[in-house]
């Protein structure tokens, strides 16, 4: 026994000696930079997993809050350092000295943070050499599209601004640039206060330094993705020049009137506040005499000028006025004319072109120097337009007016000018052209109402001219929400829904209607968005309501009927203005029923016998394949149809079904049902999710049930006479 305690010892003894001596031998690789950098073909880096050291110099702020993300440079070469939690130990300090063991990895980073393709070491270990590091200069570059850049400090000139810069506050900023026709991608983090500075305009050039970065695609081969990361606000740089104001002509004199024009083609980089033009009858005149402002930035612009003395030369100029000041464009002169001219009108660009109709506007700018007799538009479909084509006059006073003109041919490009009338003649303003589109194609409801193997309708985005009979009311749940409603043809209907109601139309039942627009779906229903609706005629006959059980995908917009609800819950007693959901039974299955805000339902009371409902099945199902959520709309009150002896309820409608009580209700779960006669019926009981949890055949005129082990609740109970078919429902409550 002792030689067996004294060899286990003495082998335990060995093993401490050989793992201590394998622990101080090992040695830790120490590369440079470069050496790590290495990449194959696909740009994988050959050092992926090595474990090692590296020295070198930080200079990047700490790109992170959360850990380390910050970049060392050595003589030759750079690599970001990169740890997702902070280093026990390490205190980051711009411009220390550091030595750095860990191992070599490649795409750190996650989501909007990854960084595809980019070589970076995972430190262990981080230890300060010295606090006196030397920060090292740019290299200046024209294009990032060089692997041998990455990590590097580098610096680009001549970029101008497209978008991102969207200022403090959020995460990472994205800033996309142009360098020439390059893109340049800038990654401003929450770390880096350049994210407050205000952005450039895009007509300046600027520099930015910063590291350089790749974020290529999420698997080899880890080409392009390089993009730039700016340290702080002192790593860009404007290069801010004076604004360029151009004069140009005058045109539209009269006696007492010109229009002239400007340009200002850039802003230096120091955005514009004012612009326009100043004029007086002497050489280069300024804004302290006469000006007049026009709005805008930069772009050309033109100056009404008005109030001025007949044959008299003035001299004019264009002016801009930004941060740096006022400046000016060249002088230039006009003469007013000693006789009256042609009144000077112009014309805006046409709008709200639907099919058939546009609208086109026109501006008096002065009337000539004598009183307008009348104005208006003409339009043609020659190029030059007169008031011998087809005209519209405006009535009033107002300078500028507008016109729908109606009754266009598709397909066709119209001319169309403003026009104004004076003793001396007609002054047209400047040529307009518009384009009546295509009438898209007129489908029936059912060919835009199929669906694919997911429930998403094949006729998505689709535009198309539909026909059918509105059915219903208004829909919508009011507030300005617009209008939502159902035509139907004969085979089919769809919901039409448009919100802010841009239409002009109030839905009326029995209204047959051409609507033009796109297909659309929400929650499973399809529906139609319209442009235009045209009305074809008014109180058309409706479709009978088809009988329903269960609801389905099949009359999902229809008119349809279902028998033997009884009330549940939600009945809006008193009136909403919004929409409310109903929940009732029909002795399978809960069926909700949607009271809407225009339906005169609101605030009625509820039924307490079974009923029928007749309404618009919709749906309501914000997942694929969209097989579930199926509602009704009923349209109002005759849409709620009692069919059991009641003093209360809506429409009532006595008929033949079985009469019975149920007593004691509520009771612990056993309780009797008597019926008015002797009866041979079928008698079911369900709870509320549709479960069947007794059933038996009666032949009397009384029954004992006992539903105790199925819990408290409500449940519901169905009798179905054998003899007539007829069956009728009711609650019972177990406590």
Not at 471 to 480: E, P, T
Request: aromatic share 10%; charged share 10%; hydrophobic share 35%.
């Amino acid at each position: 026994m002792m030689k067996r305690v004294t060899l286990f010892v003495f082998m335990a003894f060995i093993f401490m000696i050989n793992s201590r001596t394998s622990y101080s031998q090992t040695t830790i690789p120490v590369y440079t930079i470069s050496q790590v950098k290495g990449v194959d073909t696909t740009g994988v880096a050959d050092s992926l997993n090595v474990y090692c050291k590296l020295f070198g110099v930080i200079n990047s702020i700490n790109y992170t809050t959360t850990g380390l993300q910050f970049c060392i440079l050595d003589q030759d070469n750079g690599i970001f350092v990169y740890k997702a939690a902070a280093l026990t130990g390490f205190t980051f300090a711009k411009g220390d000295s550091i030595a750095v063991i860990g191992k070599i990895i490649q795409s750190p980073g996650a989501g909007a943070n990854s960084n595809y393709g980019t070589i970076a070491i995972a430190p262990d270990s981080i230890v300060v050499l010295s606090t006196t590091g030397t920060l090292q200069l740019p290299i200046n570059v024209i294009k990032l599209n060089n692997d041998s850049l990455e990590s590097r400090l580098v610096k680009m000139n001549n970029l101008r601004y497209i978008s991102g810069w969207t200022g403090a506050g959020g995460g990472t900023r994205t800033i996309y640039t142009l360098h020439g026709t390059d893109t340049v991608i800038i990654r401003v983090t929450t770390t880096c206060n350049l994210r407050v500075v205000a952005a450039p305009t895009h007509t300046v050039f600027f520099s930015i330094t910063g590291f350089v970065n790749q974020n290529a695609a999420a698997t080899p081969p880890f080409i392009g993705g390089y993009r730039l990361y700016p340290r702080d606000s002192n790593d860009y740089l404007v290069s801010y020049t004076n604004p360029i104001v151009y004069t140009g002509a005058a045109s539209s004199i009269t006696q007492t009137s010109a229009i002239c024009a400007g340009a200002i083609t850039s802003d230096g980089g120091h955005l514009m506040t004012t612009r326009g033009i100043c004029w007086d009858t002497i050489a280069d005149p300024d804004t302290l005499i006469n000006h007049v402002t026009v709005a805008g930035t930069t772009g050309g612009f033109n100056g009404s000028l008005t109030g001025l003395s007949t044959g008299i030369t003035y001299h004019y100029r264009a002016y801009g006025v930004n941060s740096l000041g006022l400046f000016y464009g060249a002088d230039s002169v006009f003469t007013t004319v000693t006789t009256s001219v042609l009144p000077v009108v112009t014309t805006n660009a046409a709008t709200n072109i639907t099919i058939g109709s546009a609208v086109v506007t026109g501006n008096i700018i002065n009337n000539g120097g004598d009183t307008l007799i009348s104005h208006g538009i003409c339009w043609s479909t020659s190029p030059i337009p007169t008031i011998n084509d087809s005209v519209a006059y405006i009535t009033g006073t107002a300078t500028t007016y507008n016109d729908t003109i109606k009754n266009l041919n598709q397909q066709t490009t119209y001319y169309a000018c403003a026009f104004a009338i004076s003793d001396i003649g007609v002054g047209y303003g400047n040529i307009v052209s518009f384009t009546i589109p295509k009438l898209p194609p007129l489908y029936q409801i059912a060919d835009v109402r199929t669906v694919n193997a997911n429930g998403v309708a094949d006729s998505l985005n689709v535009s198309c001219r539909l026909v059918g009979t509105v059915h219903g009311i208004n829909f919508s749940n009011g507030n300005n929400q617009g209008i939502t409603f159902f035509i139907c043809d004969a085979v089919s209907g769809i919901n039409v829904t448009k919100a802010p109601n841009t239409l002009n139309y109030t839905v009326t039942q029995g209204d047959l209607i051409r609507v033009i627009g796109k297909i659309t779906q929400v929650n499973g229903l399809i529906e139609m968005i319209p442009d235009s609706l045209v009305l074809i005629s008014s109180a058309n006959n409706l479709n009978t309501p088809i009988v329903v059980n269960p609801l389905s995908d099949t009359y999902e917009s229809r008119l349809i009927k279902m028998y033997n609800l009884t009330y549940v819950s939600g009945w809006p007693t008193t009136a909403s203005v919004f929409a409310t959901t109903v929940k009732t039974f029909n002795g399978t299955d809960t069926i909700s029923l949607v009271i809407a805000r225009y339906c005169n339902i609101q605030g009625t009371p509820a039924p307490t016998d079974t009923f029928t409902v007749v309404g618009l099945e919709s749906q309501s199902d914000n997942s694929s394949p969209y097989t579930s959520g199926y509602f009704i709309y009923p349209r109002d009150t005759n849409d709620i149809i009692i069919v059991h002896n009641s003093t209360v309820g809506i429409n009532n409608n006595t008929a033949s079904i079985p009469s019975f009580s149920v007593y004691p209700n509520p009771n612990n779960g056993n309780f009797r049902v008597v019926f008015n006669k002797n009866i041979d019926a079928d008698v079911k009981i369900y709870s509320m999710i549709g479960t069947l949890v007794n059933q038996r055949k009666v032949n009397s005129s009384a029954a004992d049930f006992d539903i105790a082990n199925y819990g408290k609740g409500l449940y519901m109970i169905q009798i179905i006479d054998n003899k007539t078919g007829t069956s009728t429902t009711d609650k019972i409550i177990v406590q």
